[in-house]
């Protein structure tokens, strides 16, 4: 299943429940212009850019108890520090085989430079 996430060319992200991303396939990897190395294990909020972080942290409380939210739209910041908008975006809840939440997970549609 993850090879198929790695070759699909819709950007797929993830992080755990603490917000430390734990997967990106190769579209995210090129969208946020970072190596596997450079981003696993680290907290998520580095692809915002400071004058996000309220925002992306309210969205995140209300996938949180909503279990998703579709057209997501914000703006977000690669490696290099070049700011791009995410224009149409799902998040969802990531639950294990008990039903737990585990993390989150987003699919980003369409996306935009700045």
């Known amino acids: 299943m993850v090879e198929s996430f790695d070759e ?5 992200a993830s992080h755990d429940i603490n917000g430390i991303f734990n997967y990106l396939n190769k579209a995210a990897l090129s969208l946020f212009n970072v190596s596997l190395e450079e981003v696993i294990g680290k907290p998520t909020t580095m692809t915002a850019p400071d004058s996000e972080q309220k925002e992306r942290n309210r969205l ?7 279990g998703f939210i579709n057209n ?3 703006i977000r910041v690669t490696s290099d520090g070049k700011l791009f908008q995410i224009e149409d975006a799902t998040i969802w809840n990531v639950i294990d085989e008990k039903s ?3 993390g989150q997970a987003v699919i980003i549609y369409k996306s935009n430079k700045l």
């Open 8 to 12: 699909c060319p819709l950007p797929i």
């Open 60 to 66: 995140l409380k209300q996938v949180n108890s909503d």
């Open 72 to 74: 997501y739209k914000g």
């Open 100 to 102: 737990h939440k585990i």
